[in-house]
């Protein structure tokens, strides 16, 4: 069965859903809509593998080391749960051969979240781009899409990339969450990035322009669930059953019917994920 949307980017194995990961899971499938679950640091990866073993179709799983879990200072509650309890955010070193080793897993779609974070963590910058390099070389080892988180550090990013352009695949990745300007996007598109747009397109109009330049060929879906809850879900936890409002307003920002966005997104991800 093919779903009719992809959440491309979300986070249900993190602790906001401990108590209810599999109704969460159930009313995501049930409305046919597969999800890839992205690791942030090594035990949010393989929790991220779990589910993917645990549901035998339509859960998927990446693994990455995210630039602000470089830093020891950082924790979220609705990621790690209560500070001290099974997971901890302890400034991890990137272990390669670890990540190397979980990224092998058939039912891992690509690697990260991994990338650049000024915003939360500008002191780490150096640490941060040699953890990101890193992760560039295992997608290029395992073949797999990098799947990049960027805040703040576009042009950075961008450098970064550059530098390392022989090391990136003909498919290289995708960006979540883009919050930079048009120009950054043409060159990522230049490149053969693919974009996704989550929530905050529901309910700001900072994005129209940007999610116009973008191509439908280069576009998916994400909630970042637990974050960035669409409207009209505004101030409650967000889950992959909600994409669908977001589908319905790049519909509407696009000018094109839902069918054309549900086509395409789930097309894209279907390519560049190889499921
Ligand atoms: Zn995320």
Redesign the pocket.
Known sequence: MKPKLIDA?T?VQFAAYQDDVDEVIKRSLAAGIWLVN?G?QLDTSRDAIALAEKHPEGVYATVGLHPIHTDKSFHDKQELGEEGGEFTSRGEVFNYEAYKQLAQHPKVVAIG?CGLDYYRSAEFRKKQEGVFVSQIELAQEVKKPLMI?CRQAFDDLLNVLRDNRHKLQTVPGII?FFSGDVLHATKLLDMGFYFTFGGVVTFSRDYDEIVKTVPLNHIMLET?APYVTPAPHRGKRNEPSYLPEIAKKLAEIKGVDLEEIAHHTTENAMNIFKI
């Open positions: 980017h986070h992205v942030t979240e988180h979540h970042d």
